[in-house]
């Protein structure tokens, strides 16, 4: 330092302190705008590689769905759906509206749900689950086969002889619908004695729900109406057996019997006016 004052360094000096400063500024403005410019830079590479591959991805002619594989419900369904979805051959299986294929499959009365899934690159899988015929319901216009909530899967047709089920009647209104509720109490009536008395169950022809009080079974092999309790439709079904067995022993022929009563069936009338109850 030069004690005359002649010469400071410019470090020492208020108006160097304040260039030093301002470069230093410049620089790091400088770097910033640098590394801004190669960011931007990056993101519309980025931007333009990812139109692209989208474009490419999305492009009609590539990806083509070759093969819709349907399965679940049964061959004759399953083809069905298949013929129903064909239209979709051909297109980008990128692009396919995975929830309006599974509207589509939906759509067919034999079908309760469907799921979709692509299987890459040309096909894509079809998962139904189908419904479940629980009961016949007769209509104005033939038997209709009615799943366990209720829903028309359709009218009987020859194909479908294998489903044997009983024929639910007395549950149209006089307008030509079914009434909700006897349809309901028809099939919760048929599911509790499939489950729990299934060799009754397979023996009814049809199961009439005309009157609100009784529940009124028609057998197959057995000439008598069973009047069965429309609340619970398993009273007396046990003893039946023992009650058929005493008449067909006795050669004696019932009108009807009566199992709606707690601990007690009725047998009314019997040929030559004889009368028979309890088991």
Known sequence: MDVNGAHEPRYLRPGGNREVRRRRQRRTALRATLWCAAWLAGAALAILGFRQAWLLLNDQ???PLERVIVQGAGERIDREIEARLSPLLGRNVLTIDIAEVERAASVHPWVRSASVRRRL??????????????????????VHMVDGTGSDIGRLEPRDASENHPVVTGVMDPGGRASDVRLSAGIRAALALEENAPEFAAGISTLDLSRPDRLTATLRDFRPPVYLSPADPLRNIDRLAVVRARLESAGVEAEYLDLRFKDRIVVSPIRERESASGA
Not at 121 to 140: N, Q, Y
């Open 121 to 142: 690159p040309s096909s894509i899988l079809v998962l139904l689950e189908p419904r479940a015929v629980a009961v016949l319901a007769l209509a104005g216009d033939g």
């Open 61 to 63: 002619g590539r990806f």
